[in-house]
């Protein structure tokens, strides 16, 4: 991968000068529409219209910030908690208001990147994302089944990657820093007469971090679109990921605590296709007609844990291959008969083949094989009234081969109060989320009589403007109640998967941004969440009350920008196996970046992270890396 992810990236520049050929050497001319918010329901809305709450991260944000990591774009998210063990060669995982990882849907470009064969119950390891040719990123929260059916429990996150419709651009960013960490980036994009073309690619190494945990990645992604007669138009994306990384496994203690010193291996590699066609003709054709297809390997390496407190048995070692394929037709229309009224209805179904299997024992059979099918209709109707008032309501059926059929709801209004400029937005919905192939299958945890988890969640929220709106705030209320929750236990000091009866979640989120001067923006929110497992003193572990983050960027001069942003944390509940549960400190992080545009098409940027040298724990024993300054430079033509 790492040469194929070189040898692209050492293309496109032949690619751009292509493209930009009898282009005279001016500033480029940026037409940008305006964002819309595909997540929230499945008729693109901009954001003052779109239901639930949810954030966008422009293209702007995260050039900003020079960022080499998802994790470190959606660390400073309201309503988020994303906990990354140590350095990056740790799993990621992202706790949605409260709710487990895997109850929060991941998209790229709208494909289901969720993993039913992992051991964490479905989730995605988000540390393998680079975001390299990332448009923006959308975050809705809460109940969302009615639009994305399964895992849409607590939230979805859609990762929209960048076209060549808005501008004709090269692009080359190269960067290094302490430990030996380096990230290569180039893209180009463009139109080509009636069609239009991006290329992206990106190779990371993490170096050598004092916690001997390694990673390694890289990816290509291609788009290409075209105009047809009628309003039609026709749109292909391809990603290709490869990535391979070493840590201590989950529960061992980390550095610190770890008994058995070698280190798990994993080595994934993704492919994946969208295919999109779609024509808008008057009121009544607006039609888009989706394909998916998606395919993951990932080889682990497994020392296994020692026993201890927190796991008398023990997790002997495991060397395996899990394999994922993964397809998906849909089929959406939308009419607007009237002004301000809309009607949008489809369904979708999708395939999912896994197996997981142990190479120690060639010949055995796979721990397990499974495959499922999942679809059905959904409709949603939107109403903007002249008044202020904007109304949602969708509904959506799923039936899947192994069990019985979800019926998921959701409502949304929002009603701007003449003269006092206060925005006032509700919303309520259902969500589920089927058992993944592990949990139902595992030879050692799996548990075949798990059901379904459920949701019921709604959230008020209030936003309103200040100074000529050089200030906004938002504060949001939000509740989930979660049936049928799956979670690991001890039995007989056997491991297992059951469902608890009922886990409720509930808290606030506070955002405010403010334009101080006008070379000085200020951005921050403050979330506190509280989780509770009816009917028992158990705690769910890896998600604080308390978290917050707050980001100052100041234009001193002209093509100078100096950015600083400060993330913290309170305490957390956590176990492992050699110290059984504990609580963890709270913690805070500062990170420190300047760039600085030379030339035209020239820019040099440093990057501080972790300036304080911090020394906390995002999970026992896994001690964070400490500070580490990175340098770069990025041509853009």
Same mark, same amino acid.
Do not use: C
């Given at each position: 991968?790492?040469?194929?992810?070189?040898?692209?990236?050492?293309?496109?520049?032949?690619?751009?000068?292509?493209?930009?050929?009898?282009?005279?050497?001016?500033?480029?001319?940026?037409?940008?529409?305006?964002?819309?918010?595909?997540?929230?329901?499945?008729?693109?809305?901009?954001?003052?219209?779109?239901?639930?709450?949810?954030?966008?991260?422009?293209?702007?944000?995260?050039?900003?910030?020079?960022?080499?990591?998802?994790?470190?774009?959606?660390?400073?998210?309201?309503?988020?908690?994303?906990?990354?063990?140590?350095?990056?060669?740790?799993?990621?995982?992202?706790?949605?208001?409260?709710?487990?990882?895997? *109850?929060?849907?991941?998209?790229?470009?709208?494909?289901?990147?969720?993993?039913?064969?992992?051991?964490?119950?479905?989730?995605?390891?988000?540390?393998?994302?680079?975001?390299?040719?990332?448009?923006?990123?959308?975050?809705?929260?809460?109940?969302?089944?009615?639009?994305?059916?399964?895992?849409?429990?607590?939230?979805?996150?859609?990762?929209?990657?960048?076209?060549?419709?808005?501008?004709?651009?090269?692009?080359?960013?190269?960067?290094?820093?302490?430990?030996?960490?380096?990230?290569?980036?180039?893209?180009?994009?463009?139109?080509?007469?009636?069609?239009?073309?991006?290329?992206?690619?990106?190779?990371?190494?993490?170096?050598?971090?004092?916690?001997?945990?390694?990673?390694?990645?890289?990816?290509?992604?291609?788009?290409?679109?075209?105009?047809?007669?009628?309003?039609?138009?026709?749109?292909?994306?391809?990603?290709?990921?490869?990535?391979?990384?070493?840590?201590?496994?989950?529960?061992?203690?980390?550095?610190?605590?770890?008994?058995?010193?070698?280190?798990?291996?994993?080595?994934?590699?993704?492919?994946?296709? *969208?295919?999109?066609?779609?024509? +808008?003709?008057?009121?009544?054709?607006?039609?888009?007609?989706?394909?998916?297809?998606?395919?993951?390997?990932?080889?682990?390496?497994?020392?296994?844990?020692?026993?201890?407190?927190?796991?008398?048995?023990?997790?002997?070692?495991?060397?395996?291959?899990?394999?994922?394929?993964?397809?998906?037709?849909?089929?959406? #229309?939308?009419? +607007? /008969?009237?002004?301000?009224?809309?009607?949008?209805?489809?369904?979708?179904?999708?395939?999912?083949?896994?197996?997981?299997?142990?190479?120690?024992?060639?010949?055995?059979? /796979?721990?397990?094989? %499974?495959?499922?099918?999942?679809?059905?209709?959904?409709?949603?109707?939107?109403?903007?009234?002249?008044?202020?008032?904007?109304?949602?309501?969708?509904?959506?059926?799923?039936?899947?081969?192994?069990?019985?059929?979800?019926?998921?709801?959701?409502?949304?209004?929002?009603?701007?109060?003449?003269?006092?400029? %206060?925005?006032? +937005?509700?919303?309520?919905?259902?969500?589920?989320?089927?058992?993944?192939?592990?949990?139902?299958?595992? /030879?050692?945890?799996?548990?075949?009589?798990?059901?379904?988890?459920?949701?019921?969640?709604?959230? %008020?929220?209030?936003?309103?403007?200040?100074? +000529?709106?050089?200030?906004?705030?938002?504060?949001?209320?939000?509740?989930?109640?979660?049936?049928? %929750?799956?979670?690991?236990?001890?039995?007989?000091?056997?491991?297992?998967?059951?469902?608890?009866?009922?886990?409720?979640?509930?808290?606030?989120?506070?955002?405010?941004?403010?334009?101080?001067?006008?070379?000085?923006?200020?951005?921050?929110?403050?979330?506190?969440?509280?989780?509770?497992?009816? *009917?028992?003193?158990?705690?769910?572990?890896?998600?604080?009350?308390?978290?917050?983050?707050?980001?100052?960027?100041?234009?001193?001069?002209?093509?100078?920008?100096?950015?600083?942003?400060?993330?913290?944390?309170?305490?957390?509940?956590?176990?492992?196996?050699?110290?059984?549960?504990?609580?963890?400190?709270?913690?805070?992080?500062?990170?420190?970046?300047?760039?600085?545009?030379?030339?035209? *098409?020239?820019?040099?940027?440093?990057?501080?992270? #972790?300036?304080?040298?911090?020394?906390?724990?995002?999970?026992?024993?896994?001690?964070?890396?400490?500070?580490?300054?990175?340098?770069?430079?990025?041509?853009?033509?």
């Amino acid at each position: 991968m790492r040469g194929l992810a070189l040898s692209a990236i050492v293309m496109l520049p032949a690619l751009a000068l292509a493209e930009t050929e009898d282009v005279p050497d001016e500033e480029p001319t940026v037409h940008r529409l305006g964002p819309v918010v595909v997540t929230a329901s499945r008729e693109p809305q901009p954001p003052e219209y779109a239901p639930g709450t949810f954030s966008v991260i422009s293209r702007e944000e995260i050039e900003r910030g020079h960022y080499t990591s998802v994790v470190d774009i959606l660390r400073r998210v309201p309503g988020l908690h994303v906990e990354q063990p140590g350095s990056r060669g740790g799993r990621a995982s992202i706790y949605t208001r409260g709710l487990d990882p895997n *109850h929060t849907l991941i998209l790229i470009d709208g494909v289901r990147m969720n993993d039913p064969n992992n051991n964490r119950g479905g989730s995605f390891d988000l540390s393998t994302l680079d975001p390299a040719g990332v448009e923006r990123i959308e975050i809705s929260r809460g109940p969302i089944s009615a639009v994305h059916g399964s895992a849409a429990i607590a939230g979805v996150i859609n990762i929209i990657t960048r076209t060549g419709r808005d501008a004709q651009e090269f692009l080359l960013d190269g960067s290094g820093g302490r430990w030996g960490v380096y990230r290569v980036v180039a893209e180009a994009r463009g139109r080509v007469g009636f069609a239009d073309l991006s290329v992206a690619g990106a190779w990371i190494d993490e170096g050598d971090p004092p916690d001997g945990q390694q990673y390694r990645g890289g990816n290509i992604k291609a788009d290409v679109g075209l105009q047809l007669p009628a309003g039609a138009s026709l749109r292909a994306m391809f990603r290709y990921a490869d990535s391979e990384s070493e840590s201590f496994p989950d529960d061992s203690g980390g550095d610190a605590f770890a008994v058995i010193r070698t280190l798990e291996e994993r080595d994934i590699r993704e492919v994946g296709l *969208h295919v999109e066609a779609a024509q +808008k003709t008057g009121r009544w054709i607006d039609y888009t007609f989706g394909f998916d297809y998606r395919q993951r390997r990932e080889d682990r390496d497994s020392p296994g844990i020692a026993p201890g407190v927190g796991i008398p048995t023990g997790i002997p070692s495991e060397s395996s291959r899990d394999e994922l394929d993964y397809y998906a037709l849909s089929l959406r #229309n939308t009419v +607007k /008969p009237v002004d301000g009224f809309s009607f949008t209805a489809g369904g979708d179904v999708y395939w999912e083949e896994g197996s997981s299997s142990d190479q120690l024992s060639p010949g055995q059979p /796979p721990n397990f094989e %499974l495959d499922r099918v999942v679809g059905g209709p959904f409709a949603e109707l939107h109403w903007r009234s002249a008044y202020g008032l904007v109304l949602y309501g969708g509904v959506r059926a799923d039936f899947s081969n192994e069990s019985s059929s979800e019926v998921t709801p959701r409502v949304s209004a929002e009603y701007s109060v003449p003269v006092i400029d %206060l925005v006032v +937005k509700g919303s309520w919905g259902e969500g589920f989320k089927l058992p993944a192939f592990f949990s139902l299958a595992s /030879p050692v945890v799996g548990n075949p009589d798990l059901v379904a988890e459920r949701s019921k969640g709604w959230d %008020l929220a209030l936003s309103r403007s200040f100074w +000529k709106d050089r200030v906004a705030g938002r504060l949001a209320y939000f509740e989930i109640e979660v049936k049928d %929750l799956i979670d690991f236990v001890f039995i007989d000091f056997q491991p297992s998967l059951i469902n608890r009866s009922k886990v409720v979640s509930r808290g606030f989120e506070f955002e405010l941004s403010a334009k101080l001067f006008d070379s000085l923006d200020l951005n921050g929110n403050l979330t506190f969440t509280d989780t509770d497992i009816r *009917h028992t003193s158990d705690d769910l572990l890896n998600r604080p009350r308390w978290r917050g983050a707050l980001t100052l960027i100041w234009d001193p001069v002209e093509d100078v920008t100096i950015r600083a942003a400060a993330l913290i944390v309170g305490s957390v509940k956590d176990s492992s196996a050699p110290t059984g549960d504990v609580t963890l400190d709270p913690w805070g992080r500062v990170d420190l970046s300047a760039s600085w545009r030379v030339r035209k *098409h020239v820019s040099l940027y440093l990057e501080i992270d #972790n300036l304080f040298d911090s020394n906390h724990q995002e999970a026992v024993g896994f001690r964070a890396p400490g500070i580490r300054p990175r340098a770069g430079v990025t041509a853009r033509f």
